[in-house]
């Protein structure tokens, strides 16, 4: 492996785990270089995070994981107005997060797809851990 570095000592405290000096590795930098999430994607998994980054939005997200549900349970379920609860929704429908379907006058909401399902109980094992 080839090594450009002033010092191969890293310092690391309570605060910051960082290296004392600039350590740079071309070998490592040239075999993951084309490999690396380009700023467009990096930039919609952001915006993605973003979405879930809200408990509103989370616990809708919870409530569909369960089952499909009509907006009025929804907003019933989570204590909101069904306004509130339908502008949470939009938000997560823009994120391809969730789906609806109309049947007569009730608009019933669930997760878009097994990716969403999984992306969501991936997150809760992680914070269970």
Do not use: W
């Not at 004392?20 to 952001?46: F, G, N, W």
């Not at 399902?117 to 914070?127: A, D, F, K, N, V």
């Amino acid at each position: 492996m080839n090594l450009t570095m002033t010092s191969n000592k890293c310092h690391e405290n309570n605060e910051n785990v960082s290296c004392e000096v600039v350590c740079t590795h071309p070998d490592v930098i040239r075999a993951y270089a084309d490999q690396m999430l380009s700023l467009d994607r990096a930039t919609k998994l952001a915006d993605l995070f973003k979405t879930l980054g809200d408990p509103t939005r989370v616990r809708l997200m919870d409530a569909l994981a369960k089952t499909e549900i009509c907006v009025c349970d929804l907003a019933e379920l989570l204590g909101l107005s069904q306004s509130a609860t339908s502008h949470q929704l939009r938000v997560l429908r823009s994120s391809n997060l969730v789906k609806y379907r109309r049947e007569g006058k009730m608009v019933y909401y669930s997760l878009h797809d097994s990716h969403v399902q999984e992306l969501y109980r991936q997150g809760l094992e992680h914070i269970d851990e």
